[in-house]
């Protein structure tokens, strides 16, 4: 496609610089407070392990406390992503899923 080639190795790029907070909009229209979360109306989704969503595994990293948010479900990141390809699961069986 016209890119420049190189037959010289790669070299790790460092990250982006930080964006400053005046290119950033808060929509405060997109963001749940503990009302929303306690009416039912929205529901979080947790995607770790059932396990540790439930509390009976540990958390693998520290200072976090087992368990999960009061009225949040759980949905296991591997439920949603094909095993094989890595990539999100096909309309339809997302549908299902999130219809349960």
Known sequence: ???PTTSSAASPRS??????AGEWALDRSLVLDFADVSSLKWR???????????GWQPEPRAGLSSGHMANSVSLPSTDVVDGESGRLKDVESLR?????
Do not use: C, N
Not at 15 to 20: A, G, K
Not at 46 to 53: E, I
Not at 96 to 100: D, M, S, Y
């Open 15 to 20: 990250p982006p610089p930080p964006q400053s």
């Open 44 to 54: 979080i989704l947790d995607a770790r392990p059932g396990g540790r969503f439930h």
């Open 96 to 100: 299902r899923i999130f219809a349960e």
């Open 1 to 3: 496609e016209g890119y």
